[in-house]
């Protein structure tokens, strides 16, 4: 005897599509593992029209080959791989899970404090096994040493998703041991949009790569150095308290901290500013490697 048709399927393909189109594209990959109807309606450019951003931004020209074949292979092919922006500093991809638009602001993209000075920071280019999950940038910003730190990414609200959170975050590493004498106390991170502003304290060798089995330490060391001495005479440790936000560790093997969070309301017209800085500790600090800042969706 044939098998009864699940009565959801005597359901037009157009009225599924609209119900699946509610969801969320991961919701959309199961249905369409349902049965050969909701495949058909899972995979129009109905459903992918409606997980798609309504704006999306102009990319450098030769970034597509040849066109996505369907709405769902562009949303596919921006989830899977960044695209360049025209000034090819700047790179988006959409997020698997919600469709919003994440951003790469590249090293080059950033204001650097004296990051144009070769005595202060020196560009370098990246190896292959560097940029694992995004190929647009093989270069970074090295420090060579400064007193005052500071960078700063800047991206206009208007290209991000509306009623959409999100976060920023400075990716980089920590070369060679002299990061142990750099970054004391902490460093600021802050985020602005329009006229409102958070601040919150990060410690960027909070996590320490090299010989504690990859746990945050509970204490930082501050190194022996005369001149860290002379500034605080008293102090050999500084506690890692709650409030200080510690990096972690990303699979393409780079670190990021989050700087801070937003969420970007429908309407917004405006400049999103993230920026790392230190200022007052008075040290000098080197051996840190800036690859860029993500402004990704925050689940």
Same mark, same amino acid.
């Given at each position: 005897m044939e098998t009864d048709a699940c009565e959801i399927e005597r359901l037009p393909e157009e009225l599924l599509a609209a119900v699946i189109s509610l969801t969320s594209p991961p919701d959309a990959c199961r249905a369409a593992a349902v049965?050969?109807?909701?495949?058909?309606?899972?995979?129009?450019d109905a459903v992918w029209s409606r997980f798609l951003p309504r704006v999306l931004p102009?990319?450098?020209?030769g970034e597509f080959l040849c066109a996505p074949p369907s709405k769902k292979a562009l949303f596919q092919r921006l989830a899977d791989e960044?695209?360049?922006?025209?000034?090819?500093l700047v790179s988006m991809r959409l997020d698997r899970a919600t469709g919003a638009k994440c951003y790469t602001l590249?090293?080059?993209a950033l204001h650097i404090s %004296?990051?144009?000075?070769?005595?202060? %920071?020196a560009w370098i280019n990246l190896g292959c096994d560097e940029i694992k999950t995004n190929k647009s940038f093989k270069e970074a910003a090295k420090l060579r040493g400064v007193w005052w730190l500071e960078i700063r990414g800047k991206i206009h609200s208007m290209l991000l998703s509306q009623n959409s959170a999100y976060a920023a975050y400075v990716v980089f590493k920590?070369?060679?041991?002299?990061?142990?004498?750099?970054?004391?106390p902490f460093q600021e991170a802050s985020i602005s949009v329009g006229g409102s502003e958070s601040t919150r304290q990060t410690c960027l060798q909070g996590y320490?790569?090299?010989?504690?089995?990859?746990?945050?330490?509970?204490?930082l060391l501050v190194a022996s150095t005369r001149h860290c001495a002379l500034l605080h005479p008293h102090r050999s440790a500084v506690p890692l308290t709650d409030d200080i936000v510690l990096p972690q560790k990303r699979a393409d093997g780079w670190m990021e901290v989050e700087l801070g969070e937003f969420y970007n309301e429908e309407g917004d017209d405006g400049e999103v500013s993230a920026s790392l800085m230190e200022t007052k500790g008075g040290l000098w600090k080197?051996?840190?490697?800036?690859?860029?800042?993500?402004?990704?969706?925050?689940q």
């Open positions: 049965s050969r109807t909701f495949l058909a309606a899972a995979d129009s102009l990319l450098a020209q960044p695209a360049l922006l025209p000034c090819k590249s090293a080059r %004296w990051g144009d000075n070769p005595n202060y %920071w920590l070369r060679d041991d002299r990061y142990m004498k750099s970054y004391f320490m790569k090299v010989g504690d089995d990859e746990v945050h330490r509970e204490r080197d051996g840190l490697v800036v690859w860029g800042i993500e402004i990704r969706a925050k």
